[in-house]
């Protein structure tokens, strides 16, 4: 049995890890996977009530901490649902069984005869005397979980399926809510001079000058290249920490040349090469189309610049983090910092919307660092918004290059994808260094760039595999070796551009046939679930009258199924291009199997297209000589409200089909749609991303 | 130089002692216990910060606390609270509007100076109005619509 159950349940045995009956008549619900602005921990508390039959307001969930909560790795790849959510059922049905069981045995008769209601256990339509709280004792959850109980059908739902309002809003529309409103007693603020890249030294730091300049207290911390001011007041701080670059001097700083910005530039680049798919060499027809596609090096651009508090009392060490894992982050601490495990305590705090990874697991080195010189303070820090720009791992450039050898009927039999990249998984745990880990007197390796493998959907190859019915596909994927950036995970890592790529080249490949693109779709896909997306997106966007191309307006659609495995989304975008693309409106529809809050998951459908479309439009880190040169949002400006586009999703229900992890499906084909609609509008296509007024400009002058 | 400065505060009389080029923000925050202003990027470029100053939105981060000796800052705490929202934050949980949710309390603020002047707004006044805010997570629809819902139930309170 325990082959088949959740990876969070395999490396998390423990009922009582999970679940508690709490005295004061709630039921405390342990997850490793924490809210990063999605909702999945409410979505979690809606599974529990639903297996354990309690209202859902007797759930208080713990999620993210080392000292109480189970294990679950990284909250990422849109597994909270999938992976975690499953455990959540699993356990909470097997806790319930157990209960009822040992009631039934005592009452002598079926379990089937008992029921739950709201935590108080009945026997047909009486009262037993008995629920959870004063019934369960140790002895329910002296075994292992076993994960043989049955879960109830989705008919049997009463919460599951319903739009629950989000938990932890009302705080964050009225006042403190995140780790950067936490004071703790004894707490000092503190702000980092960073090091510019790995392997550079601290020459000198004119602290004399420094001192004259910024008015106010502060103490200077240094380990190694590591140098940070601390003190009691924020504000000084945060000066001393913007000043700062101004009167130090280091050595052995990298320069980064323009061309290196580019996605271009990773083409013939030192790499780790491998090939998937068929391994037949690439078909000849009479019919060969190549054309290559591209996005910048991304950001990811948290509203919020990365926060922790760590403090070191009595050789224990305790650190409050907006991490996407507290057991990952605690293990990368212990290694930095040489301590053992065990005496680390994470805990998660709610921060800024990360997207993937950020800054959150660098400050909290940072933090731990300063906690160890300064023990019995709480040290909190707080990076500066240059620094979140110019220092965050980033969403890592691409380059795509698609070969389709054709049939007589311009329809692909032999596909190949060529692949340029940097890594996009570089933590700890994955070949990965923590920023300040580098600035200590004992730095650690160089990185070791590895991606995802293909069984969590890779990560440079993330849906580069088309899911159309090709006789032959083929991924040529070069892992880049040394990128002038570090770079990371961001949401949907490669899908966005491989889907771009797929979904613009098949529009290329349709006009050649001299198809209509979502009939050319129609006809190369078997899919059904994909084929009734589809159907659906362009019924809805009347795609039958959407005119010719060239008339500055257009409509164009793409789709994917995220990692080819998980959730599908197709989406129709309309633009008007003139100097620039303007979005007028987007309908998207979505299926995720079972959805466990509909409105949850329409927030993240439609929150993917907009951050996407920011993305395709705008959106490309500059960087240049000693470093990243988009240091502020006017030189990496996102979409704002005037320019985003009116949005009508649909779920398509599937209730009886298993639940798909949907917070990034949207990514992929919002891009594609646009790429779509602006060659449709100006009747030539634009392949790299994003999709400016140069590109827009260059393209008509062609 | 530290200097005594009173100032109202979400219609309270205060008083600090403080360096009179400290930002707004930061003596909101840091001193007087406000954290629902939030730090986005201290450049007046994203909005999370926003506050009123004598019914007028500015951003916090860049303000200094000598400039507005006298004057009468609101915060989202002088808005309502979680227990006893006040109808723009209703309707922002009404319409789940809002996901990571940093962005929130400057744009409600943004918000509420807006329908204090222009009790009945049209979409494109409310994108007006917000779009110096920033959000990344991309909850702009659902924030256009709370916006237009709280319009018209404060018009409903009105009118009764």
Redesign the interface.
């Known amino acids: 049995m325990s082959d088949t159950l959740p990876l969070s349940i395999q490396t998390n045995r423990r009922l009582e890890k999970w679940l508690r009956f709490n005295s004061d008549r709630t039921v405390r619900l342990a997850v490793g996977k924490v809210e990063l602005g999605q909702g999945n921990v409410t979505a979690l508390a809606q599974i529990a009530a639903d297996e354990l039959d309690v209202n859902l307001d007797r759930i208080a969930v713990l999620a993210g901490d080392t000292q109480d909560a189970p294990d679950e790795g990284q909250t990422t790849g849109s597994q909270s649902i999938e992976v975690s959510g499953r455990s959540v059922r699993l356990v909470s049905a097997e806790l319930r069984a157990r209960v009822l069981d040992r009631l039934a045995q005592r009452l002598n008769c079926s379990p089937l005869e008992l029921s739950v209601e709201d935590g108080v256990i009945r026997r047909g339509d009486a009262s037993t005397g008995h629920d959870y709280w004063n019934f369960a004792t140790a002895e329910d959850f002296a075994r292992d979980i076993e994960g043989t109980a049955t879960p109830k059908s989705h008919t049997d739902y009463r919460v599951v399926g319903k739009p629950v309002p989000r938990r932890d809003l009302p705080a964050k529309v009225s006042g403190a809510a995140f780790i950067h409103d936490m004071v703790r007693p004894d707490m000092l603020h503190a702000r980092i001079l960073r090091q510019p890249c790995r392997g550079a030294n601290l020459a000198s730091l004119n602290e004399a000058a420094l001192r004259r300049a910024e008015r106010g207290d502060f103490r200077i911390v240094r380990v190694g290249d590591f140098l940070a001011f601390v003190g009691s007041d924020e504000t000084v701080m945060q000066r001393a920490a913007a000043a700062a670059p101004l009167h130090a001097k280091w050595d052995n700083v990298r320069q980064i040349t323009p061309d290196q910005q580019d996605a271009a530039w990773l083409v013939g680049q030192d790499s780790n090469d491998r090939v998937l798919g068929s391994d037949l060499p690439a078909a000849e027809t009479k019919n060969v189309v190549v054309a290559s596609y591209s996005r910048p090096y991304v950001a990811h651009a948290s509203m919020a610049p990365s926060c922790a508090l760590a403090e070191y009392r009595d050789g224990h060490l305790s650190v409050w983090s907006h991490t996407q894992g507290v057991y990952p982050l605690r293990a990368a601490l212990a290694n930095v910092l040489g301590i053992a495990p065990d005496m680390i305590t994470v805990r998660h705090a709610h921060g800024a919307g990360c997207y993937g990874h950020n800054g959150a697991d660098d400050v909290a080195v940072d933090a731990a660092v300063i906690a160890i010189q300064i023990p019995e303070n709480c040290i909190r820090v707080q990076w500066r918004r240059e620094e979140e720009f110019g220092f965050e791992p980033l969403g890592p450039a691409m380059h795509v290059t698609l070969r389709a050898a054709l049939d007589d009927a311009g329809k692909p039999v032999d596909w190949t994808a060529d692949v340029w990249s940097p890594t996009h998984v570089q933590r700890p745990s994955t070949g990965g260094n923590l920023l300040t880990h580098e600035a200590l007197p004992t730095p650690p390796p160089d990185p070791r760039p590895t991606d995802p493998p293909e069984s969590n959907g890779g990560g440079g190859t993330r849906n580069a595999f088309p899911l159309y019915d090709f006789a032959a596909t083929r991924v040529l994927h070069h892992l880049i070796l040394r990128p002038p950036v570090r770079t990371s995970a961001l949401r949907g890592l490669g899908a966005l551009t491989n889907v771009f790529a797929i979904e613009c080249f098949i529009d290329e490949l349709a006009e050649r046939a001299g198809l209509d693109p979502v009939a050319y779709r129609l006809s190369i896909l078997s899919d059904a679930r994909a084929r009734r997306l589809i159907e659906n997106v362009a019924e809805r966007c009347n795609w039958s009258a959407r005119g010719p191309a060239g008339t500055g307006r257009g409509v164009g659609l793409g789709w994917a199924r995220y990692k080819n495995k998980a959730a599908y989304a197709a989406v129709a975008v309309e633009v008007e291009v003139d100097q620039e693309v303007r979005l007028r409106r987007v309908w998207c529809a979505a299926d995720a199997g079972l959805v466990i809050n509909p409105d949850g998951a329409r927030n993240q459908l439609d929150g993917g297209i907009i951050q996407a479309a920011s993305m395709a439009l705008k959106e490309q880190m500059r960087m240049e000589g000693d470093g990243i040169t988009s240091l502020d949002w006017e030189s990496y400006p996102i979409l704002r409200f005037s320019e985003v586009p009116e949005i009508d999703t649909e779920i398509i229900h599937a209730p009886d089909l298993p639940t798909l992890g949907m917070g990034e499906c949207t990514f992929g084909p919002t891009a594609a749609a646009i790429g779509n609609a602006v060659a449709h509008a100006l009747g030539a296509r634009i392949k790299d991303m994003p999709l400016t007024r140069e590109r827009i400009e260059a393209v008509l002058l062609k | 130089m530290a200097q005594d400065i009173a100032l109202t505060v979400n219609g309270g009389r205060v008083s600090v002692t403080v360096?009179t080029v400290?930002?707004l923000l930061?003596v909101l925050?840091?001193r007087l216990?406000?954290?629902?202003s939030?730090?986005?990027?201290?450049?007046e470029?994203?909005g999370?910060c926003m506050v009123l100053l004598d019914g007028e939105p500015i951003y916090a981060c860049s303000r200094e606390i000598g400039t507005v000796a006298g004057r009468s800052v609101t915060t989202?705490?002088g808005?309502?609270?979680?227990a006893q929202?006040h109808p723009l934050?209703q309707a922002?949980?009404d319409e789940?509007a809002?996901?990571?949710?940093?962005?929130?309390?400057g744009i409600?603020m943004s918000a509420k100076a807006l329908l204090d002047h222009n009790p009945a707004p049209t979409r494109a006044d409310i994108?007006?109005a917000?779009?110096r805010?920033?959000?990344?997570?991309?909850?702009?629809?659902?924030?256009?619509r709370a916006v237009e819902k709280a319009a018209a139930v404060l018009r409903e309170g009105k009118g009764a």
């Open positions: 360096d400290t930002p930061d925050r840091n216990d406000l954290k629902g939030r730090y986005g990027c201290g450049l470029q994203c999370s989202i705490e808005l309502g609270t979680a929202p934050q922002f949980l789940q809002g996901q990571c949710g940093y962005c929130l309390s409600l994108v007006a917000l779009d805010h920033l959000c990344r997570c991309g909850a702009h629809p659902r924030i256009l």
